[in-house]
């Protein structure tokens, strides 16, 4: 049952997003997340648990959207984390609640990791996902092993995310940070293509060079950063490597 009062626990909130999502969007970042990813640039969003974020309702939300409405007129609102999907209830009623706004349907973005999906418990996601018009999903890793090394999580769940995903035929992007050494060779991005072809509702692909801007917070937050002398994704190769996986895609739904 949909609640205005629903809390959940906010890291903080972009007014003017434009890059989560088509248009100008209302951006609520989430605390919490269950993975650890190397390059990672938002560690301050991870620690979940009493304490953790601000807590918010949805009626506080959406009226901070309502108050600004006029500019989201093309775009909508996106929630991205941290991992939006740890707080299920939360979402639900946020999406449902702007869907269900008297000055009209808001378009509802989700940015996950989708680990928090758990495969033998759907249900838990499904009012999540009835109410979301577009998922962009970050897909790591191609390769199993390569996954862990880089998130410290098997990509199961991610897939079986996707999946479901495609067999609701949820319009969905899929971003990949492109990390030297990592995931900027050809063979991965072929693999990523191969892996994704199946999902039939895939409109997007979104190749997204590492950068080290988070250098700061790690330093602020007293972690190591785990990508010490790794140099910025020369954003030059990232047409070629798109390319790849476009190229994967294809000759896997040829066969
Ligand atoms: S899933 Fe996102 S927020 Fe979580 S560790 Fe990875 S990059 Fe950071």
């Known amino acids: ?10 890291h903080s909130i972009e007014t003017m997003g434009t890059v989560d999502g088509p248009g100008i969007r209302f951006v609520v970042f989430t ?4 993975m650890r990813c190397l390059f990672c640039h ?7 648990g009493a304490g953790a974020g601000t807590l918010m309702s949805v009626e506080q939300i959406v009226d901070e959207f309502e108050s ?3 500019f989201y007129r093309n775009g909508g609102i996106t929630v991205s984390g941290g991992e939006p999907l740890l707080q299920p209830e939360f979402l639900a009623d946020l999406f449902g609640a702007m869907h269900a706004r008297p000055a009209g349907r808001v378009h509802t973005c989700l940015d996950t ?9 759907p249900e838990l996601t499904a009012r999540v996902l009835d109410e979301t018009d577009l998922v962009l999903l ?4 191609a390769d199993p092993a390569g996954h862990r090394a880089l998130t410290g999580r098997d990509p199961g769940r991610i897939l079986a995310f996707g999946d479901e995903l495609a067999r ?13 050494g990592y995931t900027d060779t050809v063979e991965e991005c072929e693999a990523l293509g191969r892996l994704i072809a199946p999902w039939r509702n895939v409109v997007g692909l979104e190749m997204l060079p590492y950068h080290t801007m988070g250098v700061a917070k790690y330093e ?7 990508l010490a002398g790794v140099e910025p994704m020369d954003k030059a190769r990232v047409p070629e490597l798109r390319e790849a996986v476009l190229r994967g895609m294809r000759e896997a739904r040829r066969r």
């Open 220 to 226: 602020q937050l007293g972690i190591a950063y785990p």
């Open 138 to 141: 970050d897909i790591k890793h």
């Open 113 to 121: 990791c989708g680990y928090a999906f758990d495969p033998d418990r």
């Open 42 to 48: 938002n560690p301050d969003t991870w620690k979940t």
């Open 168 to 180: 609701r035929g949820i319009k969905t992007v899929i971003r990949h940070v492109v990390v030297p």
């Open 1 to 10: 049952m949909e609640s205005s009062y629903t809390l959940g626990r906010i």
């Open 31 to 34: 605390q919490g997340c269950p």
């Open 68 to 70: 600004n409405r006029a």
